[in-house]
């Protein structure tokens, strides 16, 4: 078999195949070398800047105020900071951003934008946290939303 010359596979991983360092990947196992081996180049991508965010969460909810945005992508980097520094377990992936984004826009048409957002993250982040994540990220909501 003789590939295309101009055919790839590409393969993501949350771990670099180095198993789960932080427990938040149940069930991924150290890769062997070998098999690493076999894929080039390894390419670590951070997470999307502020405005890129904002951007996204504007092409996949419109009906989110800029305001709003604003705040959700604060929330969020703020949220990230905390995981990087090992102060939380729980990351928040750019799919939970957009899940609370959806969700805010839902309950902002039957209450105040305040209360809709506090609904919104608790219902697609903190309430899957752990107890001490949830207190710290809900500290995080109330600074950023305040």
């Not at 419109?62 to 929330?75: D, I, K």
């Amino acid at each position: 078999v003789h590939p295309h010359p101009f055919f790839r596979i590409i393969a993501t991983c949350n771990t670099k195949g180095q198993g789960d360092e932080f427990g938040c990947y149940q069930g991924a196992r150290p890769q062997a070398a070998p098999f690493l081996d076999r894929f080039r180049p390894f390419l670590e991508i951070d997470y999307l800047s502020p405005d890129q965010e904002k951007e996204l969460i504007a092409m996949k909810v419109p009906g989110m105020g800029e305001s709003a945005r604003e705040n959700l992508v604060q929330f969020a980097q703020d949220a990230r900071k905390s995981f990087e520094n090992m102060e939380t377990q729980m990351p928040v992936s750019p799919r939970g951003v957009i899940a609370v984004a959806e969700d805010f826009v839902f309950y902002e048409g039957i209450m105040d934008a305040r209360e809709a957002m506090q609904l919104a993250l608790h219902s697609n982040l903190l309430d899957r946290a752990s107890t001490q994540d949830r207190v710290l990220l809900k500290g995080i909501a109330d600074r950023v939303l305040s």
